[in-house]
């Protein structure tokens, strides 16, 4: 991971697991400059990558295959990825939360910061409602009242939920070991925080009228090429990592 390559610049020993990287050093070797950078790429990778795909699908929004709605999803996780950390980083002091430590904010810094993960989550949610209508164009020739509630549960609440249990259970760890149930609890709730952007998202979804795209004919189905290489990469990840993977500084 990035992570990892940028700690092994630290001369930091890192192993990988499938639920965290942890890092094989005694606790008087982290330095501000580590914690920070460490502690900030992940989330800041996130956001980078959630607006280059936000644009890309933007781009293609028009098109009625389905592989733009990758795109549009790394919007939606590059978002959670990195505001989410902050909430429950600043909440729980874990995680992300350590870079706010360690720039020194104090509780009033802190809880502002939690506001304003909770607005921007909110905002993201509502600002996507008419994006996640248009990705309906992959199949259907128009949205209305008659295919609305369809479209919003099985194109956004079931994979939201589906999605976010399977995440949920990949940062439990097979032992607990190399993590602590307090590290464990922030990395859950900071996955649930997908919440406070779905829920706006599918108000935004329910206050638009109709939608007209064009007559080609479509018949909406699942793509379980999709499927299978989610599952097959989810378990890939889990039998590869399971036992970490060791990444050690240069001699």
Not at 187 to 209: C, D, H, Q, R
Request: glycine residues 8%; aromatic residues 18%; neutral net charge.
């Amino acid at each position: 991971t990035i992570t990892a390559w940028v700690a092994h610049t630290f001369d930091y020993e890192t192993i990988v697991f499938y639920y965290k990287v942890y890092y094989n050093i005694d606790s008087s070797d982290w330095t501000g400059d580590a914690v920070k950078i460490l502690y900030s790429i992940k989330p800041l990778g996130g956001l980078i990558f959630g607006f280059i795909g936000l644009i890309i699908f933007a781009t293609n929004q028009n098109e009625n295959g389905t592989f733009k709605l990758f795109f549009l999803w790394s919007f939606v996780n590059g978002m959670v990825l990195f505001f989410g950390s902050l909430l429950m980083g600043t909440l729980l002091n874990k995680g992300f939360g350590w870079v706010i430590a360690y720039l020194y904010y104090k509780d009033t810094g802190k809880m502002v910061f939690s506001i304003l993960s909770i607005f921007a989550l909110f905002i993201s949610g509502t600002s996507i409602g008419r994006r996640l209508l248009i990705s309906g164009n992959s199949y259907f020739n128009f949205i209305d009242t008659r295919n609305r509630k369809f479209l919003t549960t099985s194109q956004v609440i079931l994979p939201v939920l589906i999605g976010t249990i399977i995440v949920s259970i990949m940062k439990i760890p097979a032992e607990i070991y190399y993590t602590t149930q307090e590290e464990i609890t922030y990395e859950v709730l900071k996955v649930w925080t997908i919440l406070l952007l779905l829920i706006p998202a599918v108000f935004s979804m329910n206050s638009y009228g109709e939608i007209y795209f064009d007559e080609e004919r479509r018949k909406p189905k699942v793509n379980w090429f999709f499927v299978l290489a989610c599952l097959l990469f989810v378990a890939a990840i889990y039998f590869i990592l399971v036992g970490g993977l060791v990444i050690a500084p240069s001699e």
